[in-house]
C-alpha cells in the first residue's frame, strides 16, 4: 500500500480523456498527509527519493539554529517581534502596506476568500485550481460561496475565460464575489501566468467592480521562471498567498499580503480559524531565511525538473511534452504503459522513489531542494525500468 486514498471525483473532462480500459478505476486519487507505517519507514530510508511534493522540504541547519535562537512573544497580541519582522519584511517585497503570518495556504487562501466575498456569492477560479479541490470545500464552508470553474487547458487563465463567467445582480442567479488564480498553476504542471495576462484579468475585473485574489503558494517559482520581481508580477492582485513552506524551504508557514485595511480584518479571521499561534516567532525564525534566501536557488528546481520531464519523455508509454516544463513541477500521462497512475506510484514507491497519482491518468513529480540532480537520474531509471518491465510482459 502506498499511503494514497481516494478521495471524490476528478474535474469531468480530465476523466472523459481516461480511455475506457481505465475506467473501473476512474475514481479521483489524492494523497493523504499520514502515509500508512509501511511508507512511513521506507521515508526514513537514506536512499528514497521523495518527488511527492515541495512541502516535503526539511528545514536547514541554519533555519533550525534561527529557531532555536528566535525572539518570540504572543503573537495574538502582536508582540512576537519575529513573526512582526517576517511581515513587515514581506510586505515590503510585495510591495504592500501589510502581511499576514498563517500557519497554511489554504488558511491564507480561505481567510483571502472570506475578506472579499458575502455568503451567496460566487467565487470564479480554474477547475483545477488548489481553492476548489484541495481545501476541503472551505470556500462554502466558511464563506458561503460556490466556485464557478473555468477551465484553461495549458493553465493560463485569461480575460477571455472569466468575462463571460461573471455574473452582476440578478432575482434568479448568484453573484459573482472574486476572481481567484493561481501562480504557478499546480495541477496543470507549475505553468506560469505571463504578467501580461494577469494584469488584464486584474484591470478588467477591477472594472467590473470585483476584486481579485492570487493563490501564490508558488509565485517566486513564477517570478524566478520569468526573471521579474514579485512585486511587479503580482501587483494587480487585492491579495496574494505565498507559502514559505515550499520550495522556499521553511518546515511551516505561508503570508497573506495585501492592504492594511484588509490584513486588519484577516487577524480576526485567521484568530477564527485557529490561527493565532502565540510565540510562533520559531516558525517565522525559519520563515525569514525561506523568504530571503530560498528564491535564488528555485532554478536549480527548475532545471532538474526539465531534466526529468526530458527522461520521461523517452519511456514508451509515457506522454509528457518537456517544452511545457517551465517550473519545477512535471505531470505526465501514464496511461500508454499499461498501467494507471496509481499502480506505477504504488510500484515506484517499492523502489524507493516517492511521486503521487493526480488521477487514474496523470503523476505528479515535483522537485525540490531536498533532491538532487543525481537523484532525478535514479527516480528516472527506476521509471524507465517498471514500464521497461511491464512492456516487456504484455
Ligand atoms: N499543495 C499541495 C497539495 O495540497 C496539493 C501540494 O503538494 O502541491 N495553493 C497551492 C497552489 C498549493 O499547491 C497548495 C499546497 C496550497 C495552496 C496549500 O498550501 P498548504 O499545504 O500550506 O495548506
Aim: hydrophobic share 40%; net charge neutral.
Amino acid at each position: 500500500m502506498s499511503g494514497l486514498k481516494a478521495a471524490g471525483s476528478a474535474p469531468a473532462k480530465l476523466l472523459d480523456r481516461i480511455d475506457s480500459k481505465a475506467k473501473p478505476q476512474q475514481q479521483a486519487v489524492m494523497y493523504t498527509s499520514a502515509p500508512e507505517p509501511e511508507l512511513n519507514e521506507r521515508r526514513l530510508s537514506a536512499t528514497t527519493i521523495d518527488l511527492r511534493s515541495d512541502t516535503v522540504t526539511k528545514p536547514s541547519a541554519e533555519m533550525r539554529r534561527a529557531m532555536f535562537e528566535a525572539e518570540v512573544g504572543d503573537d495574538v497580541y502582536g508582540e512576537d517581534p519575529t513573526i512582526n519582522r517576517l511581515e513587515q519584511r514581506a510586505a515590503e517585497i510585495f510591495g504592500r502596506e501589510a502581511a499576514l503570518f498563517v500557519p497554511s495556504g489554504t488558511m491564507g487562501n480561505q481567510i483571502a476568500i472570506k475578506l472579499h466575498t458575502h455568503h451567496g456569492q460566487e467565487v470564479i477560479c480554474e477547475e483545477r485550481g488548489h481553492v476548489f479541490n484541495y481545501e476541503m470545500a472551505m470556500m462554502a464552508h466558511f464563506s458561503g460561496v460556490v466556485p464557478r470553474t473555468v477551465r484553461a487547458e495549458d493553465g493560463v487563465v485569461t480575460w477571455r475565460h472569466v468575462e463571460p463567467k461573471l455574473r452582476s445582480k440578478s432575482y434568479d442567479a448568484a453573484k459573482t464575489g472574486l476572481v481567484s488564480l493561481e501562480n504557478t498553476h499546480n495541477m496543470a504542471g507549475g505553468v506560469v501566468t505571463p504578467p501580461a495576462v494577469f494584469d488584464e484579468i486584474c484591470d478588467s475585473t477591477h472594472a467590473a467592480g470585483l476584486p481579485v485574489h492570487l493563490d501564490g503558494a508558488r509565485i517566486f517559482n513564477a517570478a524566478v521562471a520569468l526573471g521579474i520581481p514579485v512585486a511587479r508580477l503580482t501587483a494587480k492582485a487585492n491579495t496574494v498567498m505565498l507559502c514559505l513552506s515550499k520550495g522556499l524551504g521553511a518546515p511551516v508557514g505561508s503570508l497573506l499580503v495585501g492592504s492594511a485595511e484588509q490584513l486588519d480584518r484577516a487577524r480576526i479571521y485567521r484568530k477564527a480559524l485557529g490561527g493565532g499561534m502565540r510565540q510562533a516567532g520559531i516558525l517565522a525564525a525559519a520563515g525569514l531565511i525561506a523568504l530571503e534566501q530560498g528564491p535564488q536557488r528555485l532554478k536549480h528546481d527548475h532545471v532538474n525538473a526539465r531534466f526529468l520531464a526530458e527522461g520521461l519523455a523517452q519511456i514508451p508509454g509515457i506522454k509528457i511534452d518537456p517544452g511545457k516544463v517551465q517550473t519545477n513541477i512535471v505531470i505526465c500521462d501514464v496511461m500508454g504503459t499499461g498501467m494507471t497512475a496509481p499502480e506505477l506510484s504504488r510500484k515506484l514507491a517499492q523502489h524507493n522513489v516517492l511521486a503521487n497519482e493526480v488521477n487514474a491518468q496523470l503523476i505528479r513529480f515535483v522537485t525540490h531542494l531536498d533532491v538532487t540532480r543525481e537523484q532525478c537520474a535514479q527516480a528516472l531509471e527506476v521509471v524507465a525500468s517498471i514500464c521497461g518491465a511491464k512492456a516487456h510482459r504484455a
